[in-house]
């Protein structure tokens, strides 16, 4: 046979293979060819070995000038079963050497037994239309399933959980916290046949629930409090936060919930709320390090942004094509920067500031500017009534009659920073220009000198060669002539200098004559200055006024000395300067750019940004879902709608397993983060798309779904494991066993806060800074990292609220494998290590929790009995067993006697950091049930769901 160049990618193996008496393609040879074959010989033309491709029928077929890889109903004639097989060492065996194993015996098999069925492909498993079966009305909807898995490999479901079991396991899934003793007793009081049903729905109502639920998303949503990169100053960003809190607890509908976050911007005259949630694709990392090129990290955004959305909605791993075309599956290099132009034209790029952002309509904000304003215009009605008076009353009667004499005249520039020139003033009596004769000893800034050096009568002329001829910069520049004794005066001209250093520098300015008490006389203030001078003449008589230069004067007078109209003034200034000094909080939200501004478009080279291919529009990736385009030009709110059409099989499909994966602790398809081709299957198909189409059918309503899982029986199973369990299906994949999990990271914090007493009810607002061990650490490139521990009830909020800074997360929770949220998290990690008991230990959280939680123990009888006893109902919701309740009551009397000896230790023990201990109690119990209550804290029971 004719061979062809070939490299065969490593491999997981196909272990067990059963031949059936009909293979089937998704289930049995997809992952053997994804797995061995695809990545050499599959959608990546650009680096397809030897022309092959094997991930469609056309391809595999393809005559290769005389043979051809699959020859269906053939194998023999199959050039791809001559090159596995082949003799270890051969150069033409594949995989090739250092591309991963051989297949195995029954890999071959299988692979011989399909061919010679007709070798059938089939679409990928995820991306065909959702097929709902029908299920008998007698029977949960997930135990039909489940229960018939289970048959088929002669299983059953394991027995009920007891009911103390049961209601610590849903509470800590649908609150994310313990049940209070007075819940759970209210709940095992309850012997109506719904009570189970009513308890989960008090809990789903709780403001609890969206603060546990949202967690997972902001995970995905790579939600922190800080910009990332080396520099990682904070971002305010937290009302993103709060808006997907409140989302969970009013059972926003998903699809509404996922639109709005996608393109909320987009819809018709969007709320605030829908503006906040365009906030999800606002907390991509922005780099502020000097020397930086914005554009470059705008196009990291981006690309991220289109990364973040499939991994969140449609569990497909884009990135994979950011480079060349997917390796494994049918996506395109042109075809995902067609989605990268969705996103690439909005306002944001990368800038210091966030912008756009958005002003929060927050209540205190809103009635302090109310408070304000109230106040403002009581004060205007105020002055104008001060004014009205001084108006009406003038001062000095003597200055109504006769001419007027003006001995100073002074001239104020009414625009900040700006310049004013005393040669720009003449003031004229009969013809002679009284001015040159005047001194100009009162300057604002305090420049000094004569007169016929202030005043050089050249109007044109550069300022800058005499130094006391102009203010230079400062706030309402001034200057006053002192004409040495009262003359009248019969006009003033002031002079708008137009050389290049003083041009436009008077706008505006008020003209001021005062007699020799320095009282005004005349005022007048000019809006518009006309180039090069502008001219004024005094008016003899005070009666001759008009009404605006007359209420000029009583202004003037008043500002000149303090009376009322003064300080009446001077408060609404300062009222002015408080109301506009007042700003809600902010939140980065997203702007589409305006239609003649849109961004150009390319394929980038190797995903390089300098690296320009064609131009590409718009646009989505047919081979996961195709449906026509709502638009020739598509935008991001057609995106949204086209990710949450109803006939897209893979949203549903992925939403349903994430919202699984949270209750069951793994999801039906254990690869959560990946439903393309390198993804497991699912474990039950047929279940995963009833839960699909009911997700759909019940209009996307996540309470409602989350209810149906566990009101399950196979939810409320005993999660005990037997041998044959362990033996049979070690990893619970089957389902026979109720879920047994390690809580999250926020969820062990929170507990041991809850237990304690501690926990606080607060909700919403800026992120807090909790207690954590002073580590002493200094961040690198000179940024820092103090953290200053927040006071009262914000020290004791839930994890939720913690402030979450890229660089340097939280400690206790890095410890308990939460991420740092620099990228979309779609499944945590669960690791155990010794560090974990570090922090349950020794954090001033935990030893302050141990500390609080043993005055609560104390509160129950008076003996270490009693108090054991409460220990294990408030933590484990359960009574001690009598060989637990002995072993704790002698770690009790062991510590406590060591504390009789060493009072200081004791002391240090039961109140340091809390406080001091309650009035009555012996501070050696108190610390020796401070060690027992620690230890409650850090038993596997109380660290797990089970």
């Not at 194993?101 to 679409?123: C, H, N, T, Y």
């Not at 949202?214 to 995970?219: G, K, V, Y």
């Not at 942004?305 to 791993?317: I, K, L, P, Q, Y």
Request: aromatic share 8%.
């Amino acid at each position: 046979m004719k061979g062809f160049s070939q490299c065969f990618l490593l491999a997981c193996s196909t272990t067990g293979a059963v031949l059936a008496d009909s293979i089937d393609f998704n289930s049995q040879i997809k992952s053997l060819l994804s797995n061995r074959c695809i990545a050499c010989h599959g959608p990546d033309e650009e680096h397809r070995e030897a022309g092959l491709r094997l991930d469609t029928f056309e391809g595999a077929t393809r005559d290769l000038d005389g043979y051809s890889a699959i020859v269906p109903g053939n194998p023999e004639e199959s050039e791809i079963l001559f090159r596995v097989t082949l003799e270890k060492g051969d150069s033409e065996l594949m995989p090739p050497k250092g591309r991963g194993e051989r297949l195995s015996e029954e890999e071959v098999a299988l692979l011989r037994e399909w061919i010679r069925q007709g070798a059938k492909f089939d679409k990928h498993w995820s991306y065909k239309p959702l097929v709902r079966e029908e299920v008998p009305q007698s029977v949960h909807p997930v135990d039909h399933f489940i229960e018939r898995r289970l048959a088929e490999e002669g299983l059953a479901l394991s027995p009920m959980a007891d009911r103390r079991t049961l209601a610590r396991r849903v509470s800590l899934d649908l609150i994310g916290l313990p049940p209070t003793p007075e819940d759970l007793n209210a709940f095992l009081a309850d012997k109506s046949p719904n009570a189970y049903g009513n308890y989960v729905d008090r809990l789903m109502a709780g403001p609890e629930f969206g603060e546990h639920w949202a967690r997972m998303w902001l995970d995905l949503a790579r939600y922190a409090d800080s910009a990332g990169y080396a520099d990682d100053r904070p971002r305010t960003i937290w009302a993103y936060r709060d808006y997907v809190i409140r989302a969970f607890n009013d059972n926003l509908p998903f699809d509404q919930f996922s639109i709005e976050q996608l393109a909320g911007d987009l819809l018709p005259e969007p709320t605030e709320s829908q503006l906040v949630a365009t906030a999800f694709h606002r907390n991509t990392q922005t780099n502020n390090e000097g020397g930086t090129n914005d554009e470059e990290f705008r196009n990291v955004a981006v690309v991220d942004r289109v990364n973040t959305t499939f991994a969140t909605w449609m569990g497909t791993t884009m990135a994979c094509a950011q480079c060349h075309t997917h390796k494994y599956d049918p996506i395109t290099h042109h075809e995902y920067f067609q989605v990268f132009d969705v996103f690439n034209q909005t306002e944001d790029a990368d800038r210091r500031d966030e912008s756009p952002v958005l002003e929060l309509k927050d209540q205190s904000v809103l009635q302090l500017r109310d408070s304000l304003g109230k106040q403002m215009e009581a004060q205007e009605e105020r002055i104008a009534e001060l004014e009205k008076n001084a108006v009406n009353h003038p001062v000095e009667t003597k200055r109504r009659e006769g001419e007027l004499k003006t001995r100073y005249v002074r001239v104020t520039n009414l625009v900040k920073q700006g310049f004013l020139h005393l040669a720009e003033v003449e003031i004229f009596a009969k013809g002679e220009n009284l001015a040159r004769s005047g001194k100009a000893s009162q300057i604002s800034t305090g420049f000094d000198g004569p007169a016929h050096l202030a005043i050089d009568g050249n109007a044109d002329g550069n300022y800058q060669s005499k130094s006391v001829t102009h203010t230079a910069k400062a706030d309402d520049p001034w200057l006053e002539i002192d004409l040495g004794s009262a003359k009248k005066i019969d006009r003033i001209v002031v002079h708008n200098r137009t050389d290049g250093g003083t041009a436009g520098r008077i706008k505006e300015f008020q003209i001021v004559a005062l007699n020799e008490n320095k009282e005004p006389n005349w005022v007048r203030r000019i809006k518009q200055t006309p180039n090069p001078s502008y001219e004024v003449s005094l008016p003899l008589r005070f009666e001759n006024f008009s009404k605006e230069e007359k209420e000029a004067v009583a202004r003037y007078q008043t500002d000149a000395a303090p009376n009322e109209l003064t300080l009446a003034r001077k408060k609404l200034e300062g009222l002015k300067k408080r109301f506009s000094g007042i700003r809600g909080p902010t939140v980065p939200i997203f702007r589409e750019r305006a239609k003649d501004k849109r961004r150009n478009t390319f394929v980038h080279l190797r995903g390089s940004y300098l690296s320009h291919g064609d131009q590409v529009h718009a646009g989505f990736p047919s081979s996961l879902f195709d449906a026509p385009q709502a638009a020739d030009s598509p935008n991001r709110l057609d995106f949204a709608r086209w990710i949450m059409d109803p006939k897209n099989p893979l949203t549903p499909r992925v939403t349903a397993n994430r919202f699984w994966e949270k209750i069951f602790g793994i999801g039906l398809v254990a690869t959560s983060e990946e439903f393309g081709s390198q993804g497991e299957l699912p474990s039950h198909p047929h279940l995963l798309d009833w839960l699909a189409t009911e997700m759909i059918a019940g209009k996307w309503n996540v309470k409602a779904f989350i209810k149906l899982l566990v009101t399950s029986q196979t939810y409320r199973q005993s999660s005990h494991v037997t041998d044959g369990m362990a033996a049979d299906d070690p990893l619970n994949r089957l389902l026979g066993r109720g879920p047994r999990v390690r809580l999250s990271a926020e969820m062990v914090r929170d507990q041991a806060l809850a237990v304690s007493g501690l926990l606080s009810s607060k909700m919403y607002g800026a992120p807090v800074n909790p207690p954590q061990p002073d580590m002493g650490l200094k961040a690198a490139f000179g940024g820092g990292i103090d953290w200053k521990t927040s006071r009262g009830e914000d020290r004791y909020r839930r994890g939720i609220y913690t402030t979450w800074r890229r660089s340097n997360p939280y400690p206790s929770m890095v410890a308990f494998d939460a991420p740092n949220r620099e990228v979309c998290t779609v499944r945590r990690g669960t690791t155990n290590t010794p560090l974990q008991a570090l922090v349950t230990m020794n954090d001033p959280v935990y030893v302050e929790a141990s500390q609080a939680l043993a005055r609560r123990m104390m509160t129950s009888g008076g003996s270490p009995e009693e108090w054991i006893a409460r220990g294990f109902e408030i933590c484990l919701s359960r009574n001690p067993e009598p060989s637990e309740s002995d072993r704790l009551i002698r770690l009790f009397e062991e510590v406590r006697g060591k504390y009789l000896k060493d009072p200081k230790l004791a002391e240090k023990m039961a109140t340091d950091p809390i406080g001091p201990a309650p009035e009555g109690r012996a501070i050696e119990d108190l610390a020796a049930l401070t060690v027992a209550g620690n230890l409650l804290l850090n038993l596997d029971e109380m660290l797990m769901k089970r």
